[in-house]
């Protein structure tokens, strides 16, 4: 029977357990106490328990989890037999360089270990890890066992069987990953946080509170990205429409919106996207028809979706 070990127990560790034992694999977890460690597990199995009567985990999990879930009264314990180790400390270089050193002292040297960071160097952080080719960062997000991305960052020693075996490892669970360079926030953060700095921006300069703000994001490109990233969604507006949207926008932010230079040589080339066949992405002109019935029907099923769940019970807005 194939193991892991989980070590850092809490609401991102314990969900990242969660999702392991739910595609058949022994979970070991591990804290800074084994009481820790045992009270967590507890949790995490009343939580299933709470998720399965609510419709979000399947029938019967807490009985497939229970057996397949328990903890140890250490990390070297919890670690010393495992086939894969995922660190989920918190987010402190120190405390994951640490727990990260224990880990590989204590686990077999065939071991693939990943690290759940969410924007610390994985280049730094294989300094602490003995064999540091079988190294990487398994970036789940939070909620993990709801969430279906997994970011996959390599180091410049990680072996490309070390990325193999963890594609397989997360993509066991029904999740998808895709592989990321090791450049700080890698990708997930980088964009998030730069939306996020944007939108404080437009609160502070007084062009819209910040409960317009996210009624806009969530209903106009927000609404979108369930099923389609940034560059899709170019190609269909029109990367030509694209560079006119930039040079407009460098009326008053010049540096902050200067056009991408790969926009640029797309639109040179007469690569507009969709309708001219192709962008980012190539297209036919049946496959472009295609995606558009597709994405015409998903719009039509997301807002059925939302009106079926109602608004989201936030509080008033801030003051």
Do not use: W
């Not at 010393?80 to 120190?94: H, M, N, T």
């Not at 970036?139 to 991305?149: E, M, Q, V």
């Not at 029904?174 to 700080?184: E, L, P, S, V, W």
């Not at 099923?227 to 926008?249: H, K, N, Q, T, W």
């Amino acid at each position: 029977m194939t193991e892991y070990a989980v070590v850092g127990s809490g609401y991102m560790g314990g969900g990242i357990a969660q999702v392991l034992a739910l595609s058949g694999a022994n979970v070991v977890l591990a804290d800074v106490s084994a009481e820790i460690a045992e009270s967590n597990l507890e949790r995490l199995l009343r939580e299933a328990g709470d998720f399965e009567r609510d419709g979000l985990m399947r029938d019967g999990a807490v009985e497939f989890l229970r057996p397949r879930l328990r903890a140890a009264a250490s990390i070297e314990e919890a670690v010393a037999d495992a086939d894969f180790i995922e660190e989920a400390v918190p987010e402190k270089i120190e405390l994951k360089g640490a727990t990260l050193a224990r880990i590989s002292a204590a686990a077999r040297p065939d071991a693939l270990i990943g690290s759940n960071t969410s924007t610390i160097s994985i280049t730094e952080l294989a300094g602490h890890v003995t064999n540091p080719e079988r190294f990487l960062g398994i970036h789940f997000s939070n909620p993990a066992p709801f969430i279906p991305g997994v970011e996959l960052i390599a180091h410049p020693t990680t072996t490309e069987q070390a990325i193999a075996t963890a594609e397989t490892i997360v993509r066991a669970t029904g999740k998808q990953t895709a592989r990321i360079g090791d450049r700080t926030g890698f990708v997930l953060n980088r964009l998030q946080y730069a939306l996020f700095s944007e939108a404080n921006q437009l609160v502070e300069e007084g062009v819209a509170s910040a409960e317009d703000i996210d009624t806009v994001v969530r209903t106009t490109f927000g609404f979108r990205l369930p099923f389609f990233g940034p560059f899709a969604i170019a190609d269909m507006a029109g990367l030509d429409v694209y560079r006119f949207c930039y040079e407009s926008m460098q009326t008053d932010f010049p540096e902050r919106f200067a056009t991408p230079p790969r926009l640029d040589a797309l639109v040179e080339q007469g690569r507009f996207g969709t309708k001219s066949g192709g962008g980012y992405f190539d297209n036919t002109e049946d496959g472009a028809q295609e995606l558009v019935a597709y994405r015409n029907k998903a719009y039509v099923a997301m807002q059925r979706l939302l009106d079926e769940l109602g608004p989201a019970p936030l509080g008033p807005p801030a003051a």
